[in-house]
């Protein structure tokens, strides 16, 4: 581990810079969902000593967000310069119109071949659907030297010319989804194993004598896409201690109740071949009963399947020296906590090694100097404000006072361990270099759960035939479930996916379209907006539900507006689309009180309440910067030109 990682070894850290180049030189600090009023509350308590000190020499300013504030589509916006129509990244989903099922809204990735299903012949290939030139491409080809580190929506890795990367956000589990954990208790019912709502495997175990066996599901199998590839697990425990042995594999560790694991190797033997190689951290819970939290699958960034940095070789090279870092786009375990596998104390001491990790990677690189251009992102800013927004919100229905008094300042503490952060970086950097610290959005309060779909099928836009879909799990959206039950498309005019989307059931573009396009659609349009807008208010308080609805060619220009939805509906703070809208359901009820410790968010809210940060130590040029002008910012700064079609413009005062 390098002495260098959150501690104060500035001075020794210096001795491993490289020659300089003469280039000035940039830092940007990214913290995913870091909120400007949080920030400056915390500021004005004392509590952030770095931001202060960068507030006073630049000051601090809201940072518009992208209309859908979502962290796929404002960071990569972050990246290119433009609006999503120019780069095509609008929420973590994208609907096929010829089929209505949703797909990944990120990559695509082409899987492997074998000779005589059995030789392998290619590796799979991941492609990202963004579009644009992030501007360390551009910067490069210019000659400037950069570092890009975790930053979402970096995967699959690009080629920087004269850079390096580490990718972010969505780099997979070793199964290629966002983070399928696993989930082992003794006091489960038989109808509680099988995969939970957001893509946990649940399994029941029961011990003869002190063993009990197991199976730890790894990747699909390539050859047979139909069956998983598992490890066996046994697991010795006595009822009562707080203790136990656990071996995965040829792997066995030994685990005290209430503590994180190390990273334990897990590899997937596919056939004489191919194996796939991975790790896990493992938690335990014992005592009277036992559970046992395995987390997902992490690719082992020395043996990757696919490229997890550029070049290929950087991310073996920082775990031969520093140890392994988690490489898991989404590093935190919000699902888990959501559904009730993981307490609070462990989320949030996970939490903390996950940023940990991220810092690890960020100071590790800073200090080798090879670099005029260095950017970093830690997303678990917003992880905790996701999970611990109801423990600030004595008016959130899952706000708890013995938890508030246990976790409330929980959101405090990452705040202030990204200010530590900040100062380390400030410490580290040669004299005279420009600091900027952003982040994508802002964040909201989450009380209540709107059913999108429940309101068009009320009103009429959409439209089932028998009974209404009961609940539905990940498996329908991903996996071999049916996303869209029971739903008429011969007679729906319009239908909810993702996080407040809204498409139109196009005639000549879906499926079984039966809206016309141009006159019949914009009045279709303008007849929802102002319904949403004016109907759908809360029986509780009377109050309106939505802020504001955004029709496409509003917000959007460029040439992949054909693949934003139709409207864009932006919730009031305290609601937010509901869980079930998300995986293609129509429940009973269109607004229900959020029961979830998923209890704050930022997607699907207004993007004009939902800004972002942006601090600097050097004046702006504007009080009212965006996030589509960072790109411009940077290559304006190294007096690079600008490619055309740019959104954005430069925001550093000359």
């Not at 399947?305 to 520093?322: C, E, G, K, T, Y």
């Not at 609805?549 to 509901?578: C, I, M, P, T, W």
């Amino acid at each position: 581990m390098t002495a260098c990682v959150l501690s104060s070894a500035a001075g020794s850290c210096r001795q491993n810079m490289a020659e300089d180049s003469g280039r000035p030189k940039l830092v940007i600090l990214g913290f995913d969902g870091m909120d400007p009023n949080l920030v400056r509350e915390f500021v004005a308590r004392g509590q952030m000593p770095a931001f202060a000190q960068l507030m006073r020499a630049g000051g601090l300013r809201a940072l518009e967000t992208t209309a859908s504030p979502e962290s796929p589509a404002a960071w990569a916006s972050f990246a290119t310069g433009v609006n999503p129509g120019k780069h095509n990244i609008y929420d973590f989903l994208v609907r096929d119109p010829a089929t209505y099922r949703p797909g990944a809204g990120m990559t695509r990735t082409q899987p492997p071949t074998f000779l005589f299903d059995w030789i392998p012949t290619s590796r799979p290939h991941v492609t990202s659907l963004r579009g644009g030139t992030s501007f360390w491409v551009t910067a490069g080809r210019a000659g400037v030297r950069s570092s890009i580190l975790t930053v979402p929506l970096t995967f699959p890795p690009e080629d920087v010319p004269n850079g390096e990367l580490v990718s972010g956000l969505p780099v997979p589990d070793i199964r290629g989804t966002m983070g399928t954990f696993s989930y082992f208790a003794t006091d489960l019912r038989p109808s509680d194993e099988g995969h939970s709502e957001f893509g946990g495997i649940v399994k029941r175990l029961t011990f003869n004598g002190d063993t009990a066996t197991a199976t730890l599901v790894g990747p699909r199998n390539p050859i047979v896409p139909t069956e998983d590839v598992t490890l066996p697990m046994t697991i010795k425990w006595t009822r009562g201690t707080d203790r136990a042995s656990i071996r995965i594999g040829s792997e066995a560790v030994t685990l005290v109740a209430g503590a994180w694991s190390k990273w334990i190797n897990v590899d997937f033997r596919i056939n004489v071949f191919v194996r796939l190689h991975g790790m896990v951290q493992l938690y335990l819970v014992a005592g009277d009963e036992m559970r046992l939290y395995v987390s997902p699958v992490n690719i082992r960034p020395d043996a990757p399947p696919v490229p997890i940095s550029a070049p290929a070789s950087l991310a073996a090279d920082i775990a031969r020296r520093m140890g392994p870092f988690r490489t898991l786009g989404w590093a935190e375990p919000t699902w888990p906590l959501n559904e009730e596998r993981l307490d609070e104390k462990a989320f949030m001491d996970d939490v903390y090694r996950a940023f940990d990790d991220r810092a690890q990677v960020i100071l590790d690189r800073l200090t080798k100097r090879r670099w005029d251009l260095f950017v970093g992102v830690i997303e678990s800013t917003d992880r905790v404000q996701h999970m611990m927004y109801r423990l600030i919100d004595p008016n959130h229905p899952m706000y708890d006072k013995d938890l508030a008094a246990r976790y409330g300042d929980s959101i405090l503490r990452i705040y202030r361990r990204a200010d530590q952060l900040v100062d380390q970086v400030s410490e580290l950097v040669e004299p005279g270099t420009t600091i900027l610290v952003v982040s994508d959005h802002g964040f909201h309060t989450w009380r209540k759960a709107v059913n999108l779909n429940t309101w068009l099928v009320e009103h009429g836009y959409m439209a089932l035939q028998g009974p209404a879909p009961g609940e539905k799990k990940l498996d329908d959206l991903y996996g071999a479930g049916e996303f869209w039950q029971n739903v008429d498309w011969s007679k729906t005019r319009a239908y909810a996916m993702g996080l407040g989307q809204i498409y139109f059931n196009v005639r000549g573009r879906e499926a079984h379209g039966i809206v016309n396009p141009g006159q019949e659609a914009s009045a279709l349009a303008d007849e929802l907006a102002s319904k949403l807008r004016s109907e759908l208010v809360d029986a509780e308080t009377k109050t309106q539900v939505v802020r504001a609805v955004y029709k496409r060619n509003d917000v959007y220009s460029g040439e992949f507006l054909d693949q934003a939805a139709d409207l864009q509906v932006a919730f009031e703070d305290g609601y937010r689309v509901s869980w079930q809208t998300t995986l293609g359901g129509a429940p009973q009820g269109v607004m229900v009180p959020n029961m979830r410790k998923w209890s704050g968010d930022h997607a699907g809210y207004d993007y004009k309440t939902t800004a972002g940060v942006l601090l600097s130590n050097v004046p702006l040029n504007t009080d009212t910067p965006r996030i589509v002008d960072l790109a411009p910012t940077v290559l304006d700064f190294f007096g690079v030109p600008a490619p055309s079609g740019l959104d954005g413009k430069p925001l550093l005062r000359k």
